[in-house]
């Protein structure tokens, strides 16, 4: 293997590269950004399944220190009233920070990163290899390309011009930060199941608090749709949607002291295809759970070191690029298919909804450990050969 290109230098794309380095092959990113924004953005969640990847590329205790550690989630409803906790030991961080110890990393280690490279199309060659084309007219050959580049990935456009496309899941999220004077929320991120609409929060001990909301919409404002929406516009929804709920979240809400960046929620489960023979898609190029389980980040860790094993020990790219769908087809759709369920409760329409939804919760909480346990207890054992002989 002489050079492997990777799009995208976002999550999946440096920590891909960092594996690739790790298993002794070399690698190139392409990102389309003019240069590192690490912009604070939202922030996410790391579970046990992505944390362990982040030990393996030696980045745990780098990302712990900009993170914040919280052993699990606490569901109440509009009143307080406790449905239960969700035991998952959980660094939230903001995703600028997560991006940014990523970045350096590869820097660090001497991937070299190529701003301002906006792929617009990948052309497999006839004589082997395969070619990557950027906006900028410039262009780049190599032996795989790996697809690092979100869930609108142009790779995907390219390559698979027939693919699913990413679906509106009906919610739109919005998040920030505030300064508040009320309690600390200790050990958990508190989720609260408002009348009319989902908001989740942890409180610092410096009294920063992490906040986001989910609630529905009828129609798709489509991908770019509610960037132009400023913070009075925003503070108008989400006081309308929480007028009815306990009066300390608009106190959050009101306390904002960055601006509130709102998306429409899309999430992508089943492509036919991830692979051609060199070009493969990973991360949310493949797979892009909704943020509801919190697990696309982690996933995209996880897709990081499993490439790299593949094309570590089978020598023919493309059958190391399939042997990667196989051990990863399942589990990332399931995950994202969990993903699609926790959102669908978050905003149950009427009041017949939201009382159904208040009993069952209770009793999907109560497996609490055991239904979440295939996503947290993953494990990739980075010394251990793929297995050549079986599919996964
Ligand atoms: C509001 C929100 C909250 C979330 N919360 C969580 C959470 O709690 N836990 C969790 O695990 N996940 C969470 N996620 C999901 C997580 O952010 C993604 O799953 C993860 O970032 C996927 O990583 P990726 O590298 O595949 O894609 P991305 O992080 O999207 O990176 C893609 C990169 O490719 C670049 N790019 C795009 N197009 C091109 C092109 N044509 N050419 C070159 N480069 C290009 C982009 O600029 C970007 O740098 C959340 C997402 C959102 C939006």
């Avoid at 922030?43 to 052993?71: C, H, S, W």
């Avoid at 608090?209 to 960037?227: E, H, M, S, T, Y």
């Avoid at 190391?320 to 926790?342: D, G, P, T, W, Y």
């Avoid at 939804?357 to 009793?363: C, G, K, M, N, Q």
């Amino acid at each position: 293997m002489r050079k492997v290109i990777i799009i995208g230098s976002g999550v999946a794309g440096p920590a891909t590269a960092l594996a690739l380095k790790k298993a002794g092959i070399a690698s190139e990113i392409y990102e389309a950004y003019p240069g590192p924004g690490d912009a604070v953005g939202a922030f996410m969640g790391i579970t046990p399944n992505g944390q362990d990847v982040l030990r393996t590329l030696g980045l745990y205790d780098t990302v712990l220190a900009d993170g914040y550690e919280t052993k699990g989630f606490h569901f109440t409803n509009s009143f307080g009233k406790s449905f239960g906790t969700v035991p998952a030991n959980t660094i939230t961080i903001k995703r600028g920070l997560l991006t940014k110890s990523l970045r350096e990393a590869a820097e660090a280690a001497g991937i070299p990163i190529r701003w301002g490279k906006r792929l617009k199309d990948v052309q497999i060659m006839p004589e082997g290899g395969i070619a990557a084309y950027f906006e900028d007219g410039s262009s780049t050959v190599g032996d795989v390309v790996l697809a690092c580049d979100g869930i609108h990935s142009a790779v995907r456009r390219s390559a698979f011009p027939n693919a699913e496309q990413p679906r509106f899941t009906g919610l739109v999220s919005c998040s920030s930060y505030s300064k508040v004077t009320l309690p600390v929320t200790k050990d958990h991120a508190e989720m609260v199941f408002g009348k009319n609409a989902f908001f989740s929060y942890i409180i610092k001990p410096t009294g920063e608090a992490f906040w986001f909301v989910n609630f529905d919409i009828k129609q798709d404002p489509g991908r770019d749709g509610l960037r132009d929406k400023n913070d009075a516009w925003w503070h108008a929804q989400l006081k309308e949607l929480f007028a009815d709920d306990q009066p300390f979240i608009s106190e959050i809400i009101e306390a904002s002291n960055q601006p509130i960046v709102g998306y429409p929620i899309y999430d992508l489960a089943t492509l036919q295809q991830w692979q051609n023979g060199p070009v493969c898609l990973l991360g949310d190029a493949a797979h892009a759970p909704s943020p509801s389980a919190g697990q696309g980040a982690s996933l995209a860790l996880e897709d990081a070191v499993v490439v790299a094993k593949c094309l570590r020990d089978i020598d023919d790219p493309s059958a190391a690029l399939q042997k990667f769908v196989s051990i990863r087809r399942e589990r990332a759709e399931r995950a994202v298919m969990q993903s699609r369920r926790n959102g669908s409760r978050k905003t149950p329409h009427g009041f017949l909804g939201r009382i159904i939804r208040d009993a069952l919760l209770p009793i999907f909480l109560k497996q609490g450990g055991d239904a979440t346990k295939w996503m947290y207890d993953y494990r990739i054992k980075w010394d251990e050969k793929v297995n050549t002989d079986a599919r996964d």
